[in-house]
Each structure stands twice: as structure tokens, then as C-alpha cells.
């Protein structure tokens, strides 16, 4: 698949990644399928981005027409062959799980067309193990995005074992086309550039409250105020999704080692179902105004 074919991107999973990554594409101008697996899951989604773009819109960074243009591209859906049959990018961003990844994949390699290219929007995940349940790991390749994609700029392009540099270049291309600036990760490791550094930080801030070295507060501000984060370390695990942080912790707690054990504060705010700005509460209370770090 030539860059300049590219016409039409469709993102699995409606969650905070996905329906952010298909609102990018939408505003790039790329007619999108975004699909889940429930009518409610796809419509949350749909719903999350239209208050997006009306946000950027009131903010004067897109016009009305222009937000409205990006929504009237995007279709939300839940049957998959609807979703893939006439994609020409598929990308996925279903929950941090490997055997959930590999059930997606092989379902969807019986619709989507042969040309198609799979990038897994996956946060720490082995890119070669996830290409190896498909047919084309040569067309297979990491392409992550940050939390939220339509501020943040940087996409991680990550290569597996069987990956090709056609592949590689056609996603760098498409990532420069949605507005944001890709950085080609050259080996597949877990966490690749961005989680390898930031999730442990997360982590670790975790650790301090747990050990009461420091308050949330006290951790926040530093980090916020004297490290020059752009937000708290703790703020920043609830806007991530603690369970997303979790999920990579102990993945790379599996592959890499004792280091990046889990904090039990964090795995309780899991277990509480406290998961962070998008349930509402996480380290901070949401629906009572959330972060008011103090300096
Ligand atoms: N769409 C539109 N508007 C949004 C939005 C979205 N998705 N998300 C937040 N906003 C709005 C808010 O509602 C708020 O609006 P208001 O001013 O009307 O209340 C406004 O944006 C906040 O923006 P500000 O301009 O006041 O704040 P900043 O310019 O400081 O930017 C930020 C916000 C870009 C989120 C910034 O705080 C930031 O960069 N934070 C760090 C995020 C980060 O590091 N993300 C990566 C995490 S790692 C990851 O995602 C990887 C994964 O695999 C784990």
C-alpha cells in the first residue's frame, strides 16, 4: 500500500485511544471506520469526539464547518467486516491485552483486503508477536499514539522482526499527514521510547505515596512545578487511565524485571475501579473539579 493511496483508516476500539486517533484521522481528512464491540462502547466514542471538536472549535482552532466536515467522516460501527472491508490502514487500539490483540487480529485478517496495512496503536506490547498471528507481519508495524492524540504530537512508530521499510515509511508518512511528528522506534521492546521512561516515573511517584515518603500533593507539585512535567505524575497516571499504566507496568514487569514492579497503590486504585479522569475519579476527584495541585 503506496502512501498516496490512502483513503480510508479504520480504528478498532472506541475508547479514549481509539476514538482519538479516528478523530485525527477525520480532521486529516480521511474517511474513518471506527468500531467496537457494543452499540454503546462505539457511541461513547462518537460522542466523546464530537464534544472534541466542538471544544476546538469554541477555541477557535478549527471553524464550525471543519469540525462538523471531520464528524460527518468518521462512521461508527460494530460489525467488523463493515468496519475493515474497504480499509486501507487498520488501526488498532483495542484494550492492553495479548490474547485480546490476537483474537482482533485474526478475525480481522479474514476481511480485511490483502493490501492492507495493520498498525497496532499498542502502548508496550511485542509488535513481532502480534504481526506473527496475522498473514502480512511484513505489513504489520507498531504506530502509537499519546493520550490525548488530538494535542499531543509525537506518534511512536515502532518496527517488529518481519516489518518492511515500505511499511515503516507508508505509516511515517500517514502519521506526518494526521498533523503529528513520528519518531521510528528501531527495535521492538517493551514500552518502546515513551512508556520505557514514563510509566515507571508513574510508578515510582506511586511508590513514594505508598512508602509515605511524600502526599500526592506534595509528589504533584514537584513533579508539575519543579521537574517541568505538564502535568503531575499522578495527574498524569489519571489522564493515561491507571488501568493503561497497569496494564504496562506489568507487562514489562513480566519481560524486563523486578524494576518495574507495580505499586500496590496503584493496582488498588485498578482493583476500586478508580481508573482516572475517565471513570470520573482516580488520584483526584473529577466530578469535584480534579487536579488543584498547589505550588
Ligand atoms: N479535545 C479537546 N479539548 C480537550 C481535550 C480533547 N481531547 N482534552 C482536554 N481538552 C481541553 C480541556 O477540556 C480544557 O478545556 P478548558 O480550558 O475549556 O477547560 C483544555 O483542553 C485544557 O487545555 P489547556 O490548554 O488548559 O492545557 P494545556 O495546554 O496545558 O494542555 C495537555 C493540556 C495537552 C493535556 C497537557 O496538560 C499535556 O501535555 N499533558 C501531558 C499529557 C501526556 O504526557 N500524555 C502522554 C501520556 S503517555 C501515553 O499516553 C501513552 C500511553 O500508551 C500510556
New binding site residues.
Given amino acids: 500500500m503506496d502512501f498516496e493511496d490512502i483513503e480510508t483508516v479504520a480504528v478498532l476500539g472506541a475508547g479514549n485511544?481509539g476514538h482519538?486517533i479516528a478523530?485525527v484521522a477525520a480532521l486529516a481528512g480521511y474517511e474513518v471506520r471506527m468500531r467496537d464491540i457494543k452499540e454503546e462502547f462505539v457511541q461513547n466514542g462518537y460522542d466523546?469526539i464530537e464534544?472534541?471538536l466542538n471544544?476546538?472549535a469554541?477555541?477557535d482552532q478549527l471553524t464550525q464547518g471543519e469540525a462538523d466536515d471531520a464528524l460527518d467522516r468518521i462512521e461508527a460501527l460494530v460489525d467488523v467486516e463493515a468496519a475493515v472491508g474497504d480499509a486501507d490502514v487498520i488501526i488498532e487500539a483495542v484494550p492492553e491485552k495479548m490474547d485480546i490483540k490476537k483474537d482482533v487480529y485474526t478475525d480481522v485478517e479474514q476481511h480485511a483486503p490483502a493490501d492492507t496495512l495493520f498498525a497496532t496503536n499498542t502502548?508496550?506490547l511485542s509488535i513481532t508477536e502480534l504481526s506473527e498471528v496475522t498473514e502480512r507481519p511484513e505489513q504489520f508495524c507498531g504506530m502509537?499514539?499519546?493520550?490525548?492524540?488530538?494535542?499531543?504530537q509525537l506518534v511512536e512508530v515502532i518496527t517488529g522482526a518481519h516489518t518492511s521499510d515500505e511499511t515503516l515509511d507508508t505509516i511515517e508518512q500517514l502519521a506526518e499527514e494526521f498533523g503529528k511528528t513520528p519518531v521510528r522506534v528501531r527495535k521492538d521492546s517493551p514500552g518502546f521510547i515513551?512508556?520505557r521512561i514514563?510509566?515507571p516515573l508513574m510508578n515510582e511517584a506511586c511508590w513514594l505515596v505508598h512508602d509515605d515518603v511524600a502526599t500526592i500533593a506534595e509528589v504533584d507539585s514537584t513533579t508539575k512545578f519543579d521537574m517541568g512535567?505538564?502535568?503531575g505524575a499522578l495527574e498524569?497516571s489519571d489522564?493515561?487511565?491507571n488501568d493503561?499504566?497497569l496494564h504496562?507496568l506489568e507487562y514489562m514487569h513480566e519481560t524486563l524485571g523486578e524494576a518495574y514492579d507495580p505499586c500496590p497503590l496503584l493496582e488498588a486504585k485498578v482493583e476500586d475501579e478508580k481508573l482516572g479522569k475517565k471513570t470520573g475519579e482516580g488520584f483526584y476527584d473529577y466530578d469535584d473539579g480534579g487536579a488543584d495541585i498547589p505550588r
Fill in positions: 485511544m482519538g478523530e466523546n464534544w472534541s471544544k476546538l469554541e477555541k502502548s508496550s502509537h499514539f499519546f493520550n490525548p492524540p488530538v494535542r499531543m515513551v512508556n514514563l510509566v512535567l505538564p502535568m498524569l489522564q493515561v487511565g493503561v499504566g504496562v
